[in-house]
């Protein structure tokens, strides 16, 4: 198969549900109101649970629980209802086994999940705004193995072997086998679904945050976060397995080794505790 009938592939994953885009241009508009925004939601029942479950986990840090989706909206926001929204459509999508990548059913969205709220963590540590974007784009990092799992299938042997004994990174496998790596397809995902420019680049240079052009902070916060989560094992596939971590990334963001640590260490029981809910 070419790189080019593996980009072509991309249309095999579904467009945004017309109810998330709602709710999506609901969350831009700046004349709507939080009542407004409730009766968006509220049409998906699916949307309306998921975004319940979400805002009372302990990412959150509500003193209360959360029991209407009015509730939620104040207490998190248009930006951040908007990014669960994203969520739920991708939860679908990245919550199914991936056997190019020797990863079990739920361990993608496991991670996903994890780079999101630890990228959107690490965006309010060093008060990178709009943080939401660092969510999402910690969101949709791996979201080209979707599509890549099934070419890379009956090579993964292979690809496996040549990734632990050559000591290179998986996607550059990915690249010498299809012509085109999970990022690289991450992104071209991201344009079609309409994100913006800085998102598409945060989640090509993931791997490589110092190739970042449109906002380098964002792709090294994403890239740090992935890090961290690989570091705690939380969804660690074959591609985690040499996992190459640019030093200057922290750097760029104003972290040092302390600061780093100290976010793995409050990070670690918080993701936990959310991928447990949303399993």
């Not at 086994?97 to 963590?121: C, D, I, N, P």
């Amino acid at each position: 198969m070419t790189a080019e009938e593996v980009v072509a592939s991309i249309d095999e994953l579904p467009a945004l549900p017309m109810s998330i885009s709602e709710v999506i241009m609901a969350c831009d508009d700046q004349d709507m109101t939080v009542g407004q925004l409730s009766q968006v939601i509220l049409r998906d029942q699916a949307l309306t649970a998921y975004i319940l479950k979400l805002a009372n986990s302990a990412f959150y840090g509500n003193a209360r629980q959360v029991t209407t989706v009015t509730e939620a909206i104040v207490l998190l926001g248009f930006s951040a209802i908007k990014s669960l929204a994203i969520s739920s459509h991708t939860s679908r999508l990245l919550d199914r086994e991936l056997a190019g990548y020797g990863m079990a059913r739920g361990e993608l969205w496991k991670h996903s999940l994890s780079v999101a709220f630890t990228s959107r963590r690490i965006a309010v540590e060093i008060r990178l705004a709009p943080v939401e974007e660092a969510f999402i784009a910690g969101l949709l990092v791996d979201i080209g193995k979707v599509v890549l799992s099934s070419r890379l299938e009956e090579a993964f042997a292979t690809v496996s072997r040549e990734t632990l004994e050559q000591g290179r990174p998986f996607q550059e496998v990915e690249r010498d086998v299809l012509g085109v790596d999970h990022a690289e397809l991450g992104a071209m995902i991201a344009t079609g679904w309409g994100f913006p420019p800085q998102l598409e680049d945060a989640i090509r240079c993931h791997h490589d945050p110092a190739a970042a052009q449109v906002r380098p902070q964002l792709a090294a916060c994403v890239h740090v976060a992935d890090a961290m989560c690989v570091l705690l094992g939380n969804g660690l596939g074959a591609d985690g397995l040499i996992d190459a971590v640019d030093p200057a990334a922290p750097m760029a963001l104003g972290l040092d080794h302390a600061r780093v640590v100290a976010l793995m260490d409050e990070v670690a029981p918080l993701v936990d505790a959310v991928t447990q809910d949303m399993a």
